[in-house]
T-cell receptor, first 110, second 113 residues
Framework: GEDVEQSLFLSVREGDSSVINCTYT??????LYWYKQEPGAGLQLLTY?????DMKQDQRLTVLLNKKDKHLSLRIADTQTGDSAIYFC??????????FGPGTRLSVLP | DGGITQSPKYLFRKEGQNVTLSCEQN?????MYWYRQDPGQGLRLIYY???????QKGDIAEGYSVSREKKESFPLTVTSAQKNPTAFYLC????????????FGDGTRLSIL
């Protein structure tokens, strides 16, 4: 079945850029998502991309997709303390389920 | 504002007791989902429903039950058969059961007394 992998932790300095990485295994065209989870809260959809796209940008967020390597990244420009959260990568498999990665905990240091 | 409401935010269960977690949405979504979240793991699907009066088991349905009598509501019961129920439970909904993004409630944290 499909699998989504992420590194579990990332620390950056306030004002730097953060890059959160994800790899997925689905070999067909698919949709890929980034969600943000703040402590004690649910998941908030940040953005999503279809696998025929290379890039999508939305204000401070840039999503890059390398289809050949099945690698997805989320870049956060000018990272702020309010960006500290867990970031989940997810893939939609054509069996009609969402597959979530384990989440990357982003810590922003002052 | 439209959204998904989960209640209660915190819930405690005694041994041998069934408890029910509430999930209500006013987004007019057809599909609804229940996930379990454990530390360091992704979300695992417990049950989902594509339409009223229909629901299907997900990957970890044992020890759980659901109903879908109304479009807006999808309650989850954690039964005494679930031996390790301590977790954070998330309810989600989507327009339909396709690639449309899922929208999440704020979760219920269940603990064992």
């Amino acid at each position: 079945g499909e699998d989504v992998e992420q590194s579990l932790f990332l620390s950056v300095r306030e004002g730097d850029s953060s890059v959160i990485n994800c790899t997925y295994t689905d070999s067909s065209s698919t949709y890929l998502y980034w969600y943000k989870q703040e402590p004690g809260a649910g998941l908030q959809l940040l953005t999503y991309i279809f696998s025929n796209m290379d890039m999508k940008q939305d204000q401070r967020l840039t999503v890059l997709l390398n289809k050949k390597d099945k690698h997805l990244s989320l870049r956060i420009a000018d990272t702020q303390t309010g960006d500290s959260a867990i970031y989940f990568c997810a893939e939609w498999d054509y069996g009609q389920n969402f597959v979530f990665g384990p989440g990357t905990r982003l810590s922003v240091l002052p | 504002d439209g959204g998904i409401t989960q209640s209660p935010k915190y819930l405690f269960r005694k041994e041998g007791q069934n408890v029910t977690l509430s999930c209500e949405q006013n987004l007019n979504h057809d599909a609804m989902y229940w996930y379990r979240q454990d530390p360091g793991q992704g979300l695992r699907l417990i049950y989902y429903s594509q339409i009223v009066n229909d629901f299907q088991k997900g990957d970890i349905a044992e020890g759980y039950s659901v109903s879908r009598e109304k479009k807006e509501s999808f309650p989850l019961t954690v039964t005494s058969a679930q031996k390790n129920p301590t977790a954070f439970y998330l309810c989600a909904s989507s327009t339909d059961r396709t690639y449309q993004p899922q929208h999440f409630g704020d979760g219920t944290r269940l603990s064992i007394l």
